[in-house]
DNA sequence: TAAGATTGAGCATTCAATCTTG
DNA sequence: CAAGATTGAATGCTCAATCTTA
């Protein structure tokens, strides 16, 4: 018996398993809304921020394809991220020379500005997250959180 | 000092933290795609099903400000939630006799129907995604996404 | 036909403005 | 004027359909 909980009344069990997954979902989002007015007083949101991220990781100027997958979201929504990032000035589309089905997103002056501001931003409101927890606390809801993700990601 | 990672680099410890914040909203939001993916075998969403809970969880139909409460979100999105029920005809809209500006939100029987299906749909999702954690790790991640929201939210 | 990108429709959410009623 | 509800505009996301190019 790989759980002592089985023990419990079958409905309450149930409640205390919605209970968790519930609050991991209100928990992510409050620290994204968290990251969102962080990054809002330096005219981002989490995914722009994102976005800028990943985009400045690689050497060569990323198509909308490697960036929608580098996001984990299909392309559709990278275009219409780019579309917002372009019409604030943060990043710039140009053609691919080596294939013209293609472009190329690169991130303006304006916009690296931008993201190291935001970088900063999100740190300050870590530090101010994590206050409380101690490391091993982090390390262990950290852990948890990666076998979540490898087991359902 | 309250934390042994403050030996590491300003810049790896920025990073974890990062990852470790970042890791959060994502298992949020995967955990969220899967409750959507198995709701919406019955017609429901996870913000579909939460909200015909809460309206289920008081004696009396709420009005829409109650509602909004419940859910922790602002009116308009209630409101919204509660355009997109009454189409599927999961909810009805009634005027309320104590106050001609407000108006209550009831539960149809096939709204009642649909929201117990879906409570087993979850149910079964729930099992499939715990299934690796022990009962102690399961208390663990309860116990500290508690302390996330009361600390943050 | 495949692949890259875009567009259109819909869900979920916020904020600001508005309309009705107290 | 306050409060309840709604509407319109914006962000962010999905899927399905389309357009262009390989």
């Known amino acids: 018996m790989y759980c002592s909980c089985v023990n419990k009344l079958r409905a309450e069990r149930t409640e205390d398993l919605i209970a968790l997954l519930i609050a991991l979902v209100h928990g992510g989002r409050i620290t994204e809304a968290r990251f969102d007015a962080a990054l809002e007083a330096v005219g981002l949101s989490l995914p722009k921020w994102h976005a800028l991220k990943q985009i400045l990781a690689v050497e060569e100027p990323p198509t909308l394809r ?88």
Chains 1, 2 share one sequence.
């Open 66 to 153: 490697l960036l929608a997958t580098q996001l984990g979201c299909v392309k559709s929504n990278a275009t219409q991220l780019v579309d917002r990032l372009a019409a604030d000035g943060l990043v710039r589309r140009t053609p691919d020379p080596d294939d013209r089905r293609s472009i190329l997103i690169e991130v303006t002056d304006e916009g690296r500005r931008r993201y190291e501001a935001g970088t900063r931003a999100i740190a300050a409101v870590e530090e101010e997250l994590l206050e409380g927890f101690s490391c091993a606390e982090r390390q262990e809801l950290s852990g948890l959180l990666r076998r979540l993700e490898v087991r359902w990601g």
